[in-house]
Nanobody, 122 residues
Framework: QVQLVESGGGLVQAGGSLRLSCAASGRSSSVYAWAWFRQAPGKEREFVAALRPSGGYTFLADSVKGRFTISRDNAKNTAYLQMDSLKPEDTAVYYC???????????????WGQGTQVTVSS
């Protein structure tokens, strides 16, 4: 089993930045894909970013390209989502995920973090 614990959320003004962290424990090295999703009130969960360390692939939703960056520090067993130029529409609960999805942009991951709230004011 893999356990994921998120941190780094908070309140920020439009145009500001936040870095979300996802600390992993357990057999985290066995998964081949890591991702971030978000869910706003009244909205469905949506894909934000994904990383496949073994293949060096990164994937970003069109809505965050040029503003967000996904990365991982293997020494710290931690994944990150660097969020720059934040917009009010980025307001949501952000979740990290890990697993073996057939499609990395899907929500079909085996392990999920508890979520961290990001609120962007205008």
């Amino acid at each position: 089993q893999v356990q994921l614990v998120e941190s780094g959320g908070g309140l920020v003004q439009a145009g500001g930045s936040l870095r979300l962290s996802c600390a992993a424990s357990g057999r985290s090295s066995s998964v081949y894909a890591w991702a971030w999703f978000r869910q706003a009130p009244g909205k469905e969960r949506e894909f934000v970013a994904a990383l496949r360390p073994s293949g060096g692939y990164t994937f970003l939703a069109d809505s965050v390209k040029g503003r967000f960056t996904i990365s991982r520090d293997n020494a710290k067993n931690t994944a990150y989502l660097q969020m720059d130029s934040l917009k009010p529409e980025d307001t949501a609960v952000y979740y990290c995920a890990a697993g073996w999805p057939a499609v990395v942009t899907s929500g079909r991951y085996a392990y999920w973090g508890q979520g961290t709230q990001v609120t962007v004011s205008s």
